[in-house]
């Protein structure tokens, strides 16, 4: 007691230099708050890498004989690599690699490009690759796109390319300018196969004569005696004249020039991919930031430096914007604010209308905002930023520092405290310990969740930093600046006088007369205790599972198919159709459509892509999507809806495993046999009550027209295969043969046929191919075509071959739904002999998340409970401590079931906190018990409690309010803490009758009499 008397000396001698100290926390608080970054997630480095291998024109089963095998065993080299997936098309495979979280993956990626490096001289003549990590910043932070009914695609796309992108690049944490749709300029050479023929010039004479001698080259310096110059030779062409004049052959009878045997127009580069916004074609811009960069600032600087560069814009052209996230990010965190600024005034009115002092209102009100401004430094020192998850922190913390301040207050103005004390900061002596222990137990909580690791470790490792801070720094200013305060501001408690005692009201009677009897008969505390347990065993089974809250971001993405195989022609006219019916709901802000690529930039097949649809409000928005989603497939029929998403959760989802909570990933010996299984399993679930949007995982690419070559009629002909492929090459795909110089760009010259002359099969047989005599073969007289019906995508997991069903949830728990899925499949007759199947995806990630905070929920238990023992060194107080927030779960769980709440990681969060909680109440209440040093041992538990009965409602009932506006879910974003709010709550309402009569109630069966007078 002397050491703890010392801290009241001090605090007495210091108290400027205190609340001096206070003013620099706060001032540093609000200039961190102005520096730090803002981002709607925390930095996350997620454990994936991706590699993408281009190997030209070749089919899947080759690909996968060639290529994607000894990659992946390559791959499966890296250091710390845990899986290796493979999905292999027509000329390409994406290898997706997944490492332990914690791992260095800018070594990892260096690693693993070296491991390709070592592999690509055994890989076939040309094949390429590209390396990279996946991260949250794939998806840009804000989009405009670009229309005009006057300028071309290809004005816009040069508008976008050298004058939006270089001009944004420059914005300080911008990682890219992304360009999407458009067209990019380029010279056509049309070869007229007559004219060849005539002029007996081989297709691959043009060619070389476009590429020979083109461009400018340095041929060395000339010296003079007072200078020295480079030499340059400049064979550079300007335009389609100079091309139509360039010389493929010189006789006698003259030159015969590229005009004489073909057509030079100004074209565009062939492309297979339509992009829209608004129903007419567009280009997309689309910036990303930099991992950690300030998604507020960066959006708010590109708006800026659009408005000033207006005139960069010419007339005509629309620039619109179609996304921004700082626009979510700012919203949640007005939400936030404004249900921080509410609790806390709920919190004061209840200070205010049970003490009745406004100075002591001022001086909760003036505290509250101290520890959260000084939180930010903290946040700054961990390297955290503002996001929803440590902003959301600092709104769940206000109801803990709020109920720590009304504790110390309540405590330092009780009139019983004043007795035989000259000052007011006396009792803070006596006060220390308990205050101690009770904020150790709602902090240590938090030490376990240090060891979490995947999507749930690095999002709650944000929120629990914050929390714990926050906490932290509330007992700091409740020990130190709460006494200094009512000190300065010459609040003093009443001394102790009869009318200054209150004589016991109602409730305390009742509390009273309850209290004796359940300790003069524990038994009766039997019901009670089975009772709460059978609620909350109905409650939990009851509550259905999921793994993050969904929150509403104000627009969706929208994934869609087509018939295989459908040209890109058909498929945008039935798209046309969608954007109209869509464009046509009142709810709908814009939309943008990527017809063979996506949002994220990667590419897809020309019946596939995806649309951003932004709605005007976040309100409704399932509903939005599900009428859709009807009306597509009534009006649309075409057109297949493959999932509906939410960028940044959808992101999260896609980073972690999958977007999609149920994925059957399917294992056997033939990839065939797979194949064939894969609609039968997709069939067999897509019954079951919840499951939607069911994808049988079979990805089928186009036809495929293949030209087999007869080598015998080749060597006939005198042509080698090899000639036969090169020049087929040049005339169906073209040729680029040279480049020139047009402005800033650098546009190619393709040599090609027209395009009429290669439109059927039999007009490709008609072509002429020239042998090593220089004469004509016709492409018939050597091979033949084949028409391929589209074959599907090869998947693999782990070197095995492997198909993934995959589907939605929607209107159920993950775990009801997944238990349906598991009778599915083991039905007689679904899965043959040899075939077995894993469970992945969301799913996997929650049951993963749920076993790691269940971890954290028992060792966070533990600390508790050795917290207990060492502040009283008594197993029979720290069991009835303990008891009591474990039986508080029981109350998280029937109240999440009665809001309609998910056992997700947020609400486990709340369940793991509330031991630390109630225990603070038990702490203050077993204070009260040791400082009754005389009467009987039932009169000492009940006294006890009569004096904490006003003090628990207080605190209680503040730190309820202070909560419920996120309880609430008000405004965007708080859907992410809206579980959290409510198990807090759910444990709080409990914690007061389970703290006040059924901890004391078991102290009394756990202690012996003789015992209690050490207490």
Do not use: C
């Not at 003549?125 to 990590?133: D, E, N, Y």
């Not at 030499?231 to 590229?258: F, N, W, Y």
């Not at 109602?506 to 709460?532: A, C, K």
């Amino acid at each position: 007691m002397r050491s703890y008397s010392a801290v009241a000396h001090f605090v007495l001698r210091h108290q400027r230099s205190l609340l001096f100290l206070l003013l620099v926390l706060v001032a540093g608080g609000m200039f961190t708050a102005l520096t730090l970054p803002v981002a709607l997630f925390p930095s996350l480095s997620f454990p994936r890498i991706v590699v993408a291998v281009d190997a030209g024109n070749r089919d899947a089963a080759q690909m996968v004989r060639t290529i994607t095998k000894p990659v992946e065993q390559a791959l499966r080299s890296v250091p710390g690599v845990q899986s290796v997936a493979s999905s292999t098309n027509r000329g390409s495979a994406d290898l997706d690699l997944r490492f332990a979280w914690g791992t260095d993956m800018a070594r990892a990626e260096l690693q693993t490009a070296a491991a390709m490096n070592s592999v690509l001289p055994s890989l076939p003549p040309g094949t390429a690759f590209r390396v990279h990590r996946e991260n949250p910043t794939r998806f840009p932070v804000i989009a405009y796109s670009l229309t005009s009914n006057s300028q071309s695609q290809t004005e816009l796309r040069t508008l976008a390319q050298y004058t939006l992108a270089p001009l944004l690049s420059s914005i300080p944490g911008v990682r890219q300018v992304q360009i999407q749709g458009g067209a990019l300029p380029e010279y056509h050479v049309l070869l007229e196969p007559e004219r060849l023929k005539a002029l007996n010039v081989t297709t691959q004479e043009v060619v070389t004569a476009l590429n020979s001698g083109q461009g400018q080259h340095a041929i060395g310096h000339l010296q003079t005696p007072n200078r020295l110059e480079l030499l340059l030779t400049d064979g550079r062409l300007r335009d389609a004249a100079e091309i139509g004049q360039v010389v493929i052959r010189h006789t006698a009878a003259g030159s015969v020039r590229v005009a004489d045997v073909a057509t030079v127009v100004h074209s565009t580069v062939p492309n297979y991919q339509r992009i829209t916004a608004d129903g007419k074609p567009a280009v997309l811009v689309m910036i990303k930031q930099q991992l950690g960069g300030n998604t507020v600032a960066i959006a708010h600087a590109v708006r800026a430096s659009l408005q000033d560069n207006a005139k960069l814009i010419p007339p005509g052209v629309v620039l619109k914007k179609w996304y921004d996230q700082s626009t979510l990010i700012v919203d949640s965190a007005k939400s936030v604010r404004d249900a921080i600024v509410l609790g806390v005034l709920f919190a004061i009115l209840i200070l205010f209308l049970f003490l009745k002092n406004g100075r002591v209102t001022l001086v909760a009100l003036l505290v509250v905002p101290a520890v959260l401004a000084s939180t930010l430094i903290l946040l700054k020192l961990f390297g955290l930023d503002f996001n929803i998850m440590t902003l959301g922190g600092m709104a769940a913390a206000v109801g803990l520092v709020i109920d720590d301040i009304i504790v110390m207050i309540e405590y330092l103005l009780h009139p019983k405290n004043t007795r035989r004390r000259p000052h007011l900061l006396h009792p803070l002596s006596e006060f220390t310990r308990p205050l101690v222990g009770s904020s150790t137990a709602t902090i240590i909580i938090f030490a376990p969740l240090a060891f979490l690791d995947g999507v749930t470790g690095a999002f709650f490792k944000a929120l629990s930093l914050t929390m714990a801070s926050s906490l932290i720094l509330s007992f700091l200013f409740t020990w130190l600046v709460v006494p200094i305060l009512l000190n300065r501001l010459n609040i003093k408690p009443k001394p102790p006088t009869d009318k200054t005692v209150p004589q016991e009201g109602v409730m305390t009677r009742t509390y009273r007369r309850l209290l004796f009897r359940l300790l003069r008969t524990p038994l009766l505390l039997l019901p009670v205790i089975v009772g709460l347990a059978a609620i909350g065993w109905m409650s939990l089974s009851h509550i259905p599972t999921g793994f993050m809250p969904e929150m509403n971001e104000g627009g969706f993405v929208l994934d869609y198919q087509t018939r295989p195989g459908q040209s890109l022609t058909e498929t945008n006219r039935e798209l046309m159709q969608v954007e109209a019916l869509i464009r046509a709901m009142p709810e709908v802000d814009t939309l943008t459509r990527r017809t063979g690529a996506q949002l994220g930039g990667g590419l897809t097949e020309a019946n596939q892509g995806d649309m951003f649809i932004q709605l005007k409000s976040p309100d409704h928005q399932a509903e939005v999507m599900d009428r859709i989603a009807t009306e597509i497939a009534h009006k649309v029929p075409g057109v297949t809806v493959q999932d509906m998403n939410q960028p940044m959760g959808d992101l999260i989802g896609d980073l972690a495993g999958s977007p999609r909570p149920v994925v059957i990933r399917l294992f056997g010996q033939s990839q065939q046999e797979l194949q064939a299984l894969a609609p039968k399993v997709a069939k067999a679930i897509s019954g079951i009550n919840g499951i939607k949007e069911v994808q049988n995982g079979l990805v089928i690419a186009g036809d495929t027209l293949e030209f087999h070559i007869d080598r015998n009629k080749a060597a006939v002909a005198d042509i080698t295969p090899g000639a036969i492929v090169q020049q087929m090459g040049t005339l169906l795909g073209g040729t680029v043969s040279t480049r020139l110089a047009e402005g800033e760009q650098v546009v190619g010259v393709r040599v090609i046929t027209p395009t009429n002359l290669r439109a059927t099969p039999q007009s490709l047989e008609n072509m002429d191919l020239t042998n090593s005599a220089g004469q004509p073969v016709r492409v018939g007289d050597v091979g033949h075509f084949v028409s391929i019906t589209g074959t599907p995508q090869i998947t693999r997991y782990n070197q095995k071959p492997m198909v993934a069903v995959s589907a939605r949830i929607s209107g159920r728990g993950f775990g009801g739904t997944i238990a349906d899925v598991k009778k599915a499949l083991a039905q007689p007759g679904i899965l043959p002999q040899g075939v077995y199947y894993e469970l992945s995806g969301l799913y996997q990630q929650q049951q993963i998340a749920f076993h790691g905070l269940m971890l954290v929920f028992a060792t966070a238990t533990a600390l508790v409970f050795l917290a207990l023992l060492f502040l009283y060194e008594r197993f029979a107080i720290s069991l009835s401590i303990i008891s009591a927030p474990l039986m508080a779960v029981a109350g998280v769980f029937f109240g999440l079931w009665v809001t309609g709440q998910t056992l997700n990681i947020t609400s486990l969060m709340g369940l793991t906190m509330i031991i630390g909680i109630v225990t603070e109440v038990a702490v203050f209440y077993f204070f009260e018990v040791g400082r009754i040093r005389s009467g009987p041992w039932g009169d000492r538990l009940i006294e006890a409690g009569v004096r904490r009965l006003r003090p628990t409602i207080m605190t209680s009932l503040a730190a309820i309010l202070t909560l419920l506006p996120l309880a609430l879910g008000i405004g965007q974003g708080s859907a992410m803490q809206q579980p959290l709010a409510i198990a807090i709550i759910s444990g709080m309402i409990v914690q007061i009758p389970l703290a006040l009569l059924v901890m004391p109630t078991l102290y009394r069966l756990f202690l012996r009499k003789k015992y209690l007078a050490q207490v």
